[in-house]
């Protein structure tokens, strides 16, 4: 006979009890399958004329964890997916999912009689049916695992939607049981479990919400076991950097070899509310073509996930990606900390690519996130750090982070550059030539001395950060920072190589050298603000946002300084030509008054009119722009800001 007791209810009773005739739908409707099922778990349904659906099942086999120690207990549970679809009928067991494929373990009997145990193959309980064929959206059991067997099983299972609608062989996802106590904390089905929500699956088919942060009581670092054995038997890192030796990492790995077995355990933060932790093997420290490895609370337990990255868009994906080659050994979801145990395997090709632990040296790069994305981890915005040098896994070690000092050097000298010098050197050059007359610095005029001072720090610190860069990313990448960079740098280099070859001050060439001066330089600077607004979206400068408003303060306030310099230079000019005329017309020359007129530098023995506004506004503006230079170097500096208030 049957599962044919998996009847659709609304059509096998109503016939029954009318008839009292279909023997085998009464019959079998209040028993679940009988034992002879137990190999095929085929229903006997109309005898055998029916045939399983070969469509995809709208149920679903899910497990509480998907590691169990030997001799304990796991929940399984079979639903439909929408939650909510009706099934009437079902059987279970758990087979090794290895050859022999022989049945294991037991299931608990139920406490509210719905399930009803079968013995297959001369063992106890080995199997579940159900109890009554009336229509239910979700069925839950209680599994217990052999005591004497080790290795992955799967629940093996037939649902019946009605009587000729079934589905056989609905497989839950591989279940790994493991030595005792490798699973001792493997979080366990409990009744009132504290913050713990891995457990009573059969109630969590919402969609994963953060736990709240609940207290701040972390574990003093002595009684961390996290770190014991960190660079003696297994390889430690995590950020910030220099944590491990601390014992204060916000997330970490360590990652244990022995002989032929890698083992990574990764920990999220207490209180970042992470939605994943991750761990990356890479060659060249920056994300990007990185065997990944992800730990991902959903639907009520951690999954681990491999991914291969890429860099450009910032992502890790899961496609085409084999995900047999890591399995979760352990996993909890405590207060918010995601903690997990992945073995991964000592060779994993993805694309083409192998990432063979046993022989190659790779970075370590953990990363964590607070979102999710469809079948991938969001944007590392907790934090991430690579390891400074290419380990074998093997060969322990103590790991420091690759500390993005190049990174924040490039970042600090651009910002002093043209944030500051070139702001100021322009200032002296455009309204300073007709101030401090008379007075000169190393034979020369004070603007100008000023001017080539503050232009030759600017060219100095631009290639300076323009080689770090280079020295950092050791190869071309394109994109909008890069190229309006690369297009000040270029500007910025020629600027003084066309100065050195600057006509004399008579010379009818003179005027085309000082727009030439004038243009390359302006726009070097405002090519540079843009480059600037664009390194803020770089990830690898984890820049804030709100940066862009203080660099439009700063525009906003250059552009406003400028215009009262210029206001104050007009009005001046005026009353320096009713000076000239009035007083000083008999001593000059034509072309003298000419090239005053014309701001250009002569010998005179008095500064234009407002010298002491000029002079009090460049006191002002040089003050307010060291503010904005020194605030950008800061974020530069000690990017991840947010990490240094939070
Ligand atoms: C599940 O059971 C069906 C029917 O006995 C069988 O064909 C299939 O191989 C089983 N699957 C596993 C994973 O044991
Ligand atoms: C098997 O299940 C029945 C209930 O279906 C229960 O009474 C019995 O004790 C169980 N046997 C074992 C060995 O657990
Ligand atoms: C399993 O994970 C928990 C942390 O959630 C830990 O306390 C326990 O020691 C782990 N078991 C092993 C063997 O690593």
Request: glycine share 8%; proline share 6%.
């Amino acid at each position: 006979m049957s599962l044919s007791m998996v009847v659709e209810w609304k059509r096998c009773l109503p016939v029954a009890l009318a008839a009292l005739l279909i023997v085998g739908c009464v019959r079998g409707l209040p028993q679940g399958a009988p034992e002879t099922v137990c190999d095929t778990m085929l229903p006997f349904h109309a005898g055998g004329t029916v045939l399983p659906e070969n469509s995809v099942s709208p149920f679903t086999v899910e497990t509480s964890s998907s590691v169990v120690g030997q001799g304990q207990t796991l929940r399984v549970s079979v639903s439909g997916v929408p939650a909510g679809l009706n099934f009437g009928g079902f059987m279970i067991q758990a087979r090794n999912r290895n050859p022999p494929y022989q049945i294991v373990g037991q299931f608990s009997p139920s406490r509210d009689g719905t399930v009803k145990l079968m013995n297959c193959e001369n063992s106890v309980n080995n199997s579940a049916t159900h109890s009554n064929a009336g229509p239910k959206p979700q069925v839950s059991i209680d599994w217990q695992s052999p005591v004497d067997f080790l290795g992955q099983v799967v629940f093996n299972t037939t649902i019946a939607q009605s009587y000729n609608q079934f589905w056989v062989g609905v497989p839950s996802n591989p279940v790994q049981v493991v030595r005792r106590d490798v699973s001792a904390a493997v979080p366990l089905p409990t009744p009132n479990p504290p913050n713990n929500f891995n457990v009573n699956f059969a109630s969590t088919r919402s969609p994963y919400v953060p736990p709240n942060y609940v207290a701040p009581n972390v574990l003093p670092a002595s009684e961390d076991t996290f770190y014991d054995g960190c660079g003696q038997s297994k390889n430690c890192f995590g950020f910030p950097d220099g944590c491990v030796a601390s014992k204060s990492c916000v997330s970490l790995t360590a990652v244990t070899v022995r002989g032929d077995i890698y083992e990574f355990e990764l920990r999220s933060g207490k209180g970042t509310n992470a939605a994943y932790v991750a761990v990356g093997l890479s060659d060249d420290a920056k994300m990007g073509e990185d065997l990944s490895t992800e730990c991902v609370p959903e639907n009520g337990r951690v999954n681990v996930y491999t991914s291969y990255t890429s860099a450009s868009p910032y992502s890790a994906n899961r496609a085409n990606v084999p995900q047999n080659t890591a399995r979760l050994l352990n996993a909890s979801l405590v207060d918010g900390v995601i903690y997990c145990k992945v073995q991964r395997e000592p060779l994993t090709v993805v694309r083409g690519r192998s990432f063979d632990l046993r022989n190659g040296v790779y970075h370590l790069l953990v990363a964590s996130g607070s979102s999710l994305k469809e079948a991938s981890v969001g944007y590392h915005d907790i934090g991430r750090l690579p390891s400074a040098n290419a380990i074998n896994l093997a060969v322990v070690q103590d790991l420091s982070g690759s500390t993005q000092l190049l990174v924040r050097l490039h970042g600090a000298f651009m910002i002093a550059a043209w944030i500051g010098t070139t702001s100021l050197g322009i200032i002296f050059a455009r309204y300073f030539k007709q101030t401090w007359v008379g007075s000169q610095t190393c034979g020369k005029d004070q603007w100008f001395a000023w001017h080539r001072m503050f232009m030759v720090t600017t060219w100095s610190l631009t290639v300076a950060a323009y080689i770090i860069i280079w020295v950092e990313l050791k190869r071309a990448v394109w994109h909008a920072h890069s190229i309006t960079g690369l297009i000040t740098v270029i500007l910025c280099f020629l600027q003084p190589i066309g100065a050195l070859f600057r006509p004399g001050p008579n010379d009818k060439m003179r005027p085309y050298f000082n727009w030439g001066h004038w243009l390359g330089g302006n726009l070097a600077h405002i090519l540079a603000i843009v480059a600037i607004f664009f390194s803020v979206k770089l990830p690898k400068a984890e820049l804030p946002e709100w940066m862009d408003w203080i660099l439009v303060g700063f525009v906003v306030f250059h552009v406003l300084v400028h215009l009262i310099f210029s206001v104050s230079g007009i009005a001046s000019d005026r009353q320096q030509s009713q000076r000239i005329n009035t007083f000083q017309m008999g001593d000059m020359t034509h072309h003298h008054q000419h090239a005053m007129r014309n701001g250009m530098s002569m010998e005179r023995k008095m500064d234009a009119p407002y010298g002491g506004l000029r002079k009090g506004l460049l006191g002002v503006y040089s003050v307010v722009l060291a503010l904005f230079a020194v605030v950008l170097i800061l974020l530069v500096v000690l990017a991840p800001i947010e990490k240094v208030f939070g």
